[in-house]
């Protein structure tokens, strides 16, 4: 059986930072980049499924929209255990909302025909918590958000879950397959490659797809194929705290008296 | 194309209100929006939630009968769907909440409807409709308009807006949805695990650490210097996932919330919303954090840019002179 988890290469933006000309976006300058922190999460989610399966039962496929850059994402879950790696661009997609990589994803997921999918549940730049969900909701597939526990066995028509609520409530559901499920921070405690993972990432398969590849018309892609435009990225004027200043010694003295004055 | 249509929310039979702040978000749009605010409840027993969502904002309270009690992505995807289709509103307003996340998106990608998630400012700017939300790590705003859209899915952040109030009299009318093969199966709720004694929602003074603790290791020294300054520890997710401190002390939208906390000293956290949603109505809050643009400096009251392990050290042995 194969499990697909699309990951993704996110931004996070260094301390000092500028606007794109366009005004739209950070300059890709200002911004450091690693795989999504939810995304580590699914993929070890997967490579736990495989390892725990017979010898060459479980495949486990990695996929990302994006540009060349995206490529070490991919190799470092190769790295951790994936089998292989399906990286999809071309210019067209540039400028895809969620929406837009979601139907990328779900042709994608359309050739693989996985029986299982696991995305992160959202991604630590945009958090819009859209593309897992979406992708389904393109696939026509069942699916469930916010997985803090899944139980599945290679093989089986259903797996069970949790999802965790807000205030720490989970829900306990059982879900046919093929399914997606978006996976939530705390799942399991990822892994770090080993160098002899590393190694062996390097000499792993990783296939690039255009959108005419997949069978989308440039009309499905990049703004044209999006459900939202960004009209303007800025940096708000928002209230900033009073700042201590001085030495440790002086700012934990300062911290002390408004403990002292609060408290009373 | 005219007017809003909200999905309230419920669990275990009660109603959730944060369905009032996204009426008090249609409120702000319903100007623009061409036509009246709609609020659609979906459950077994829909007339229940009826006065509760009978606020003076409300024009019509519209009854989905639902085969379970218990949320199903696929009966509410089915619902919304239908009444998109029949009413035709302009705009569509979900709570940001963990339920929606698991039904907006297929909706919206489904319906191929104008989507925003997460959003806590909207209005309307000539014809179009405009979306504020953040993004990296709440640094920047974010503006997203729907050019063409005829209807626009938009979730709202919670403590965005201020719940709805005082007393209406909407129409009620049912509205009927076809019956679905189940495909995902409630089993059961499994609550949070017992507090053992730490009361968070209890705590007027707490001390929280987060990410920037580092190590397991590092523990230890916070919860001493909680001791002595008779704070109670806190924490923010990570350091929860990993272990370090148990779920009870977890402040934030999936831990708990600091309800009736005076001060509050947050110690290497950067401010994610999700931690934001536990603690920021508190009055006195201070953050030590060693980024200078953390987020949580836009929401606390007084902020020290340094070292939390320097400041933590420097704190234990004053306050011991005392």
């Not at chain 1, 071309?90 to 299982?116: C, H, N």
């Not at chain 2, 001791?227 to 350091?239: D, K, M, Q, W, Y």
Request: hydrophobic residues 45%; proline residues 5%; contains cysteine.
């Amino acid at each position: 059986m194969k499990i697909l988890v699309p990951v993704k290469r996110t931004a996070s933006l260094d301390d000092e930072f500028e606007m794109r000309d366009d005004g739209r976006d950070v300059d890709a300058d200002f911004c450091e980049y690693d795989i999504n922190e939810f995304d580590e999460f699914s993929v070890e989610e997967a490579i736990k499924i495989k390892e725990a399966a017979a010898e060459g039962a479980v495949e486990v496929v990695v996929v990302t929209v994006g540009s060349e850059d995206a490529d070490e994402v991919l190799r470092k879950c190769l790295a951790k255990g994936a089998d292989r790696g399906i990286r999809v661009w071309d210019d067209a997609m540039e400028g895809s909302d969620q929406i837009a990589i979601a139907r990328i994803l779900a042709k994608v997921i359309e050739r693989e025909q996985p029986e299982l999918v696991l995305t992160g549940a959202q991604s630590s730049d945009h958090g819009f918590a859209q593309t897992g969900i979406a992708l389904a909701g393109l696939l026509g597939w069942p699916h469930g958000a916010v997985v803090s526990f899944l139980d599945y066995t290679p093989g089986s028509a259903s797996l069970s879950f949790r999802r965790e609520l807000e205030g720490g409530l989970e829900q306990q559901a059982s879900i046919a397959l093929p399914a997606v499920l978006t996976i939530q921070l705390g799942i399991n405690r990822p892994r770090y490659a080993s160098l002899r993972g590393i190694r062996q990432a390097s000499a792993k398969p990783v296939e690039e797809l255009t959108h005419g590849d997949l069978g989308l018309g440039d009309d499905q892609v990049g703004e044209a194929g999006s459900l939202s435009h960004v009209r303007r990225m800025y940096v708000p004027e928002r209230g900033r705290s009073e700042m201590i200043e001085g030495t440790p010694a002086q700012q934990a003295s300062r911290i002390l008296q408004i403990i002292r004055e609060v408290r009373g | 194309m005219a007017g809003i249509l909200i999905i309230a929310e419920h669990r275990q039979g009660v109603f959730r209100p944060i369905t009032l702040e996204a009426v008090a978000a249609a409120e702000t749009i319903k100007a623009g929006s061409g036509g009246g605010v709609a609020v659609a409840v979906i459950a077994p027993q829909p007339g229940a939630y009826v006065p509760w969502v009978s606020v003076a904002a409300v024009d019509e309270v519209i009854t989905v009968t639902a085969p379970n009690d218990e949320f199903d992505p696929d009966v509410t995807q089915a619902a919304v769907k239908a009444l998109i289709e029949a009413r035709k509103p302009s705009v569509v307003l979900m709570a940001h909440s963990v339920d929606s996340w698991a039904v907006a998106p297929a909706l919206a990608a489904e319906l191929g409807l104008g989507f925003a998630t997460d959003v806590f400012d909207l209005c309307y700017d000539g014809g179009e409709l405009v979306a504020t939300r953040a993004a990296y790590k709440e640094k920047v705003f974010v503006e997203l308009d729907f050019p063409g859209k005829e209807t626009v899915l938009l979730t709202i952040r919670s403590n965005a807006f201020k719940p709805a109030a005082g007393t209406g009299s909407p129409a009620v009318s049912d509205f009927p949805i076809p019956g679905l093969a189940p495909r995902t199966r409630h089993q059961g709720w499994q609550e949070p695990p017992p507090s053992g004694g730490i009361d968070i929602p209890g705590a007027e003074f707490i001390m929280s650490v987060g990410r920037g603790v580092g190590d397991e290791a590092n523990i230890e020294q916070f919860a001493e210097l909680a001791e002595v300054l008779g704070a109670t520890l806190g924490c923010s997710r990570p350091i929860a996932d990993n272990g370090w401190l148990p779920k009870a002390r977890q402040v934030g939208q999936s831990g708990k919330l600091a309800a009736n906390c005076k001060l509050y000293i947050a110690m290497g956290i950067s401010g994610a919303v999700q931690h934001q949603w536990g603690m920021k109505h508190v009055e006195n809050i201070i953050a030590v954090n060693k980024d200078a643009d953390a987020s949580i400096f836009t929401v606390a009251k007084y902020g020290v840019v340094g070292d939390m392990f320097e400041i933590a050290e420097e704190l234990k042995a004053q306050a011991g002179r005392n």
